[in-house]
């Protein structure tokens, strides 16, 4: 850093990926599964596609989370969305060029994306 502008520009971006992780009832939560297994599979860079695409599209009350081992191990990278009053969504074998059609189709329009659901991959 050469100036106090790169340095407020800096402390901006990094506020915003953490309002991303802001917890609140009023949230919808996206969860990605980064236990070993998970990162073996690939979901750091599913979680980094989704905290980008909330992050561009500026969408708020969606969290952007990580947690430990989800249960699934030959099923993952997984990600959970929980939305309120609604029943929570496992999508499995997660890549980040799917992330984009689950923020806009589910985050965005409130329609799941089944084909890349646990009940789809059985």
Known sequence: MKSLAELAKLREQMQSE?????DSASDT????GMATC????GARPVLSAFVEEVSRRQLKNIMVTQTGCIGMCALEPIVEVTAPGQDKITYVK???EKV????SDHLVNGIPVTEYTVGAQQ
Do not use: E, F, Q
């Not at 953490?18 to 802001?22: A, K, Q, S």
């Not at 998970?38 to 599979?41: E, L, R, W, Y």
């Not at 984009?100 to 923020?103: A, F, G, L, N, P």
């Open 29 to 32: 939560r996206v969860v990605v």
């Open 18 to 22: 953490v309002n991303l992780r802001h």
């Open 38 to 41: 998970g990162i073996a599979a």
């Open 100 to 103: 984009s059609k689950i923020v």
């Open 94 to 96: 997660m890549t980040p």
